[in-house]
């Protein structure tokens, strides 16, 4: 009876490791996924070309005309000139709002000096006759495209830029318009000079306003 009882407790010992060690092959597939690449947008602003002035007075016959040298060039009263500086700016992306700043620092003027400043957008004034020292801050949205259940919606003033990368060409610019009264006396200002310097611009994304959830 022992031997017997042994055989048995072997063989079922046996059973139970061949049953715990099976593998039951039950139905498997797969398949691939397309996938896709994401890329990124653009964000972009660069002057484009120089600063270029030119004689705009308005009882003068042969202006508007270029001023080749500034630094040559002498101002008197009853003048008008203005100095145009071109910006590219890019902007790329279905839900990318920025904010164009235009950052001046006043200065003492001298007697009889009145400084300026207008934003185009093309050939579109944006911001007109900001006083120097005053600064402009535009609200720009990329074009869209891709979207398919709905797009941003840009609320009135916003400007919409389509260019994905800078252009070569200016889409904007900034027109800095310097005058000298003709009512000024004597020898009044004379060999004074009016320093414009420290003009920044500033392109900066936005996730606030129109078509964004506080």
Not at 37 to 59: E, K, P, Q
């Amino acid at each position: 009876m022992k031997n017997k009882t042994k055989g048995v407790i072997a063989g079922l010992a046996g059973l139970a490791l061949l049953s715990g060690g099976a593998t039951f092959a039950l139905w498997t597939d797969s398949a691939s996924l397309t996938g896709g690449t994401i890329t990124n947008g653009n964000l972009d602003v660069a002057a484009i070309g120089t600063l270029a002035w030119r004689d705009v007075s308005v009882d003068r016959t042969d202006g508007p005309h270029a001023i080749t040298d500034l630094t040559t060039w002498r101002m008197v009263p009853g003048d008008v000139i203005e100095g145009t500086q071109g910006l590219g700016v890019a902007l790329e992306g279905d839900n990318l709002v920025a904010s164009l700043n235009v950052d001046t620092t006043g200065s003492t003027l001298p007697t009889g000096m009145t400084v300026t400043y207008d934003v185009l957008h093309g050939a579109t004034v944006v911001a007109n006759d900001v006083a120097l020292g005053s600064d402009v801050a535009l609200r720009l949205a990329a074009g869209t495209s891709g979207q398919g259940a709905g797009a941003p919606v840009n609320g009135v003033g916003t400007i919409v830029v389509n260019e994905v990368t800078v252009p070569t060409t200016a889409n904007f610019s900034v027109v800095i318009s310097a005058s000298f009264s003709g009512a000024v006396t004597n020898q009044t200002a004379t060999a004074a000079q009016t320093a414009l310097s420290n003009i920044a611009v500033q392109l900066t994304q936005v996730r606030t306003g129109t078509a964004f959830t506080p």
